[in-house]
């Protein structure tokens, strides 16, 4: 009988090594999961572990997702706008503050641990014509990054077609397959690609899973968004 263990409070097999904390400052692909070893052929299920922003590491059986930023280990009203890097929550990562409403947008203020704002999240409300918000990524010192419309309507290979590089064909690929054996998956993802005077610098899946395609993107602005829209 194999024996399992517990890492952050989650089952394991013991002979698998736990599954380390990677620097949120060398996330370039993550997603909001629990999902810590995906399933495979020695593996029946899925290892879970706490729900983290998590960067895919390895390939095949030593595939795993290696957290790099955790939300509150206790959620409260208090602290349910904050994320961590460390699982017990000792290490305050970032932190969204109380929305404003600035010209027609509602700005969400982006803080570091020591309470500096690195940036905002910016809601713009839908038009008539429209069904859904708009949003806006400030970074000191770059332009302005703005969410276009879906523009991988054809799902993951207009993703590919479009040229997106290697690494984003990785990503697409991991979006076809994911929930494919349950026959869960959506029928369509919605890809947003995000853009800075032009420039990629990020691309989001269902505000989920995540690809920094600009090295100067601060990915605690990345995390805000995600965390501001999945909770």
Request: charged share 25%.
């Amino acid at each position: 009988m194999t024996r399992r263990g517990t890492v952050f409070g989650k089952s394991r097999h013991v002979d698998e090594p736990p599954v380390h904390v990677v620097p949120w400052t060398d996330a370039w692909e993550f997603a909001v999961t629990d999902e810590e070893r995906p399933a495979t052929g020695q593996r029946k299920r899925a290892a879970l572990g706490v729900r983290a922003f998590r960067v895919p590491q390895g390939s095949g059986a030593q595939r795993v997702n290696a957290p790099c930023a955790f939300f509150p280990p206790e959620p409260s009203a208090a602290d349910g706008q904050r994320l961590y890097e460390d699982a017990e929550g000792t290490r305050p990562l970032c932190s969204l503050a109380e929305p404003r409403d600035v010209e027609g947008r509602r700005h969400y203020a982006v803080r570091d641990a020591q309470g500096e704002v690195i940036g905002t999240i910016q809601r713009i409300a839908p038009l008539k014509h429209a069904l859904k918000p708009t949003w806006r990524i400030v970074q000191p010192g770059h332009p302005e990054i703005v969410s276009s419309a879906e523009w991988a309507k054809g799902g993951p290979k207009a993703m590919v077609q479009r040229g997106a590089g290697k690494l984003l064909l990785g990503v697409a690929q991991a979006v076809a397959d994911m929930g494919a054996e349950g026959g869960d998956q959506p029928a369509k993802s919605r890809v947003i690609e995000w853009k800075a005077d032009g420039e990629p610098v990020l691309t989001s899946e269902d505000d989920r899973r995540f690809l920094v395609r600009a090295a100067w993107l601060d990915r605690r602005l990345a995390f805000a968004y995600a965390l501001l829209r999945t909770g």
